[in-house]
């Protein structure tokens, strides 16, 4: 297996590649390649030329429908042409962001219908689904830590104009079996990083997790469940720690202090090799 990050807030050591707040990696297993969410505008694309990347024959797979992770769609989608696009179908929710009162747009910047006309090809699922033999798509995570709690500035509004928490019942991470154990590729981890990692193994049957990449939303959730995912982590014994995006300098600083032999900077063009 190669994973290959290909947007992401912070730029690694390869020239030419750019940086955007948002996620997008690419996968090899044996001869299946899939990207798993498509950056926030063009870095996608861009950032798989600089880095030789062949996105022909690709397949798409969506962690949950916030613009940050799904607004590169389209870009990605000119240059694939006719694609399977794995995805839960919330991921065209209606959502916002809520800051001192004030709603921005947060979810998809696109219609079903324009990608569909695009040649995506959505396969949506709301549960778990094994999307080539092997690689597995969580479907929804259940929310069984006590300190994983949703965002309340991460809200939906309904026809009256209430607003509510938004569930983000489409977050989904990917899991990868390897001889050894599992790789978990998450994409914002809204569910809770922990939860998401138990539900890896509930899903394959697999209960040792031997790496885990990807936006682990710990920037924005507070001293308390840092400090408890941090605890939490230590008994998944991990080999490969490889946090990024919506985790966060201070999150990232405290994990790669718990963490030292495991944590692995992980910017764009960052691989990981299991
Ligand atoms: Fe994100
Ligand atoms: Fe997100």
């Not at 870095?43 to 690709?58: M, Q, Y």
Request: aromatic share 8%; with cysteine.
């Amino acid at each position: 297996m190669r994973v290959v990050t290909l947007s992401e807030n912070s730029a690694g050591l390869k020239k030419g590649v750019l940086a955007e707040h948002g996620f997008s990696a690419y996968l090899e297993y044996a001869d299946f390649k899939l990207i798993f969410d498509a950056g926030q505008t063009t870095t996608t694309v861009h950032n798989a030329d600089f880095l030789e990347i062949d996105l022909e024959g690709v397949s798409i797979a969506l962690s949950h429908g916030h613009y940050d992770h799904t607004g590169g769609l389209v870009n990605l989608l000119r240059r694939t042409g006719p694609v399977t696009v794995y995805a839960h179908p919330d991921v065209f929710a209606t959502r916002y962001f809520r800051r001192k009162g004030a709603l921005r747009q947060n979810g998809i910047p696109f219609d079903r219908v324009d990608l569909e006309g695009m040649a995506a090809g959505f396969k949506f699922s709301r549960r778990a689904q094994e999307i080539h033999p092997g690689l597995w798509l969580t479907g929804e995570v259940p929310r069984l830590t006590e300190f994983e709690t949703a965002s309340d500035d991460l809200v939906i509004t309904s026809e009256d104009g209430k607003t509510t928490v938004d569930p983000l019942l489409d977050d989904q991470a990917l899991v990868v079996v390897l001889t050894r154990g599992l790789f978990v590729l998450l994409g914002c981890a809204h569910s809770g990083m922990i939860n998401t990692l138990e539900h890896a193994k509930e899903v394959t049957g697999v209960d040792t997790i031997l790496g885990v990449a990807g936006g682990t939303h710990l920037g924005f959730g507070g001293k308390v469940k840092l400090q408890k995912t941090v605890d939490a982590l230590r008994s998944f014994d991990l080999e490969i720690l490889a946090p990024c995006h919506c985790t966060g300098f201070a999150a990232a600083s405290a994990l790669a202090a718990t963490y030292p032999d495991q944590f692995v900077n992980n910017s764009v063009g960052t691989e990981i090799e299991l």
